[in-house]
């Protein structure tokens, strides 16, 4: 048995293109998420890219994430407790669920997000 024969037939190859990507509005918190691909798509992740601009975000993970930076124009780090991960174009983070950190960017920063479960944004705690 090869690997192709593990997918389900009910899968499809999905393909994005950067340059096509019309982002959604910033947020008054600064953010832009553009998710690509989730559950209702049939995906088991949930992907896309995130521009973050001029924003100091604290933010609490329900759902474990990849993030890879992929543009930085000034400043971006992200803090998690006392401990700061400045980031740069190529650099990868895993952050599991249950992390609380802090988005910073001065500047607009970009980058590619895979998180778990698909359906993580209707699976949001309640405050």
Same mark, same amino acid.
């Given at each position: &048995? +090869?690997?192709? =024969?593990? #997918? @389900?037939?009910t ?5 994005? $293109? ?6 959604a509005?910033f ?9 690509? &691909? +989730?559950a209702? =798509?049939? #995906? @088991? ?7 973050? $601009? ?11 994430e ?10 971006f780090?992200? #803090? ?11 650099d990868?983070?895993w ?17 590619f ?15």
């Amino acid at each position: &048995m +090869n690997d192709r =024969s593990l #997918a @389900r037939s009910t899968e499809s190859v999905a393909h994005y $293109r950067l340059s096509d990507l019309t982002p959604a509005p910033f947020s008054p918190r600064g953010a832009s998420t553009n998710e690509l &691909m +989730n559950a209702d =798509s049939g #995906a @088991r992740i949930a992907s896309g890219i995130v521009y973050f $601009r001029d924003c100091e975000i604290a933010f609490a993970l329900w759902y474990d994430e990849v993030m890879i930076c992929h543009a930085v124009e000034e400043e971006f780090e992200i #803090a998690v407790g006392d401990a700061i991960y400045p980031m740069r174009a190529g650099d990868m983070m895993w952050i599991p669920a249950g992390t609380s950190l802090v988005w910073r960017s001065k500047g607009t920063s970009m980058a590619f997000f895979a998180v778990t479960p698909a359906d993580w944004a209707k699976n949001r705690p309640q405050s």
